[in-house]
């Protein structure tokens, strides 16, 4: 079960912050608890990405306080972030695509300090291929050639090899068909109930409020309102910031 009201999980506190002397994300405060499967949506250009970003050290912070179990990770590089616990599927997958798909998984391990073939990494592997079986019957072929839908469980999956507390997801749909999106949605969901903390940024709020336990909106840099599927659409407030993307189109 989440954990509120303690330092376990990710607390966001007054957070500013952007891109050389402009300034995207303005004052941003949320909490993701232990356990927790938490949205962040909003229209393009909303901040979302940026936000994202200023978590994991890829942005400039100028004010906030970032902690992750307690720990401050305001001014940390990303990869030490990364050490920390905190595991990032970027926008468009990052994947390489000129390695096989077992190649791109194995990246996951990078903060290991363990060599590829030890029994934790075959231990880890295996895991993934559990998830998404179709990754060990690709294992081989390279990932540029999979379909959209494919290599966003490779993106994830590499993800997961890290073994994070916190998984954190900048546009899991994008340019996915409905039906592959309802599919990546499922699997971060069956994640999350297998202990993961999950934090997904998605245009796509449909998707999104489906399976979170709490959503951020976020307009203009800043968060305007938070809740539940149910308490977003009871106060109007979810239709006016998020239209038509409330609704998944079949």
Known sequence: MP???SDDGLRVTGLTAGYGPVTVVRDVTLEVGRGDFV???????????TLLRALVGDARVTAGSVTLDGRELRGLPAHRVARAGVAVV?????????LSVRDNLLLGTATWNRRYSSPAVTRALAEV?????VLGERAGQLAGSLSGGEQQMVAIGRALMARPTLLVLDEPSL??????????????AQANRDGITVLVAEQNAAAAL??????????GG?????????????SGLRSAFLGEGTREHR
């Open 3 to 5: 954990t509120s009201g």
């Open 39 to 49: 949205g962040v949506l909003g229209a393009n250009g909303a901040g979302k990405t």
């Open 90 to 98: 970027p926008e468009g997958r990052g994947l390489v695509p000129e």
């Open 129 to 133: 291929h559990d998830r998404f079986p």
């Open 175 to 188: 340019g996915l068909a409905p039906r592959l999106v309802r599919q990546v949605f499922a699997d971060l």
């Open 210 to 219: 489906r399976v979170a336990t709490r959503s951020y909106v976020m307009h």
């Open 222 to 234: 800043r968060v305007v309102t938070e809740g539940t599927a149910e308490q977003l659409e009871a």
